[in-house]
Nanobody, 117 residues
Framework: QVQLVESGGGLVQPGGSLRLSCATS????????MDWYRQPPGKQRAFVAS???????TYADFTEGRFTISRDSAKNTVLLQMNSLKPEDTAVYYC???????????WGQGTQVTVSS
């Protein structure tokens, strides 16, 4: 079954931290690069970070060294640790995979991150 399920969002103050997770199947986890995107209110969806099956990571410039993407192979889960959060990080965060076998993008339902005092 093809499925991406995000969790971990919430309301935090500026300077705080959150850890997002994206749970998927073993087959997807072990085969594909996995990505995080975000969509701030009133703006288009933007790339945040990706991690390939070997653990190589890529980050958008705006993460500024504050974010870390990783894989938990025991749980078939991709994590996004976010530290030193800023109000401009407020967005719905989505997990993404391009599934080559079925030929389309797969998206999770999204998890809301709100950074506000």
């Amino acid at each position: 079954q093809v499925q991406l399920v995000e969790s971990g969002g919430g309301l935090v103050q500026p300077g705080g931290s959150l850890r997002l997770s994206c749970a998927t199947s073993r087959g997807i986890f072990s085969t594909y690069t996995m990505d995080w995107y975000r969509q701030p209110p009133g703006k288009q969806r933007a790339f945040v970070a990706s991690i390939d099956i070997g653990g190589g990571a890529t980050y958008a410039d705006f993460t500024e060294g504050r974010f870390t993407i990783s894989r938990d192979s025991a749980k078939n889960t991709v994590l996004l640790q976010m530290n030193s959060l800023k109000p401009e990080d407020t967005a719905v965060y989505y997990c993404h995979v391009y599934h080559h076998v079925i030929g389309r993008d797969l998206w999770g339902q999204g998890t809301q991150v709100t950074v506000s005092s």
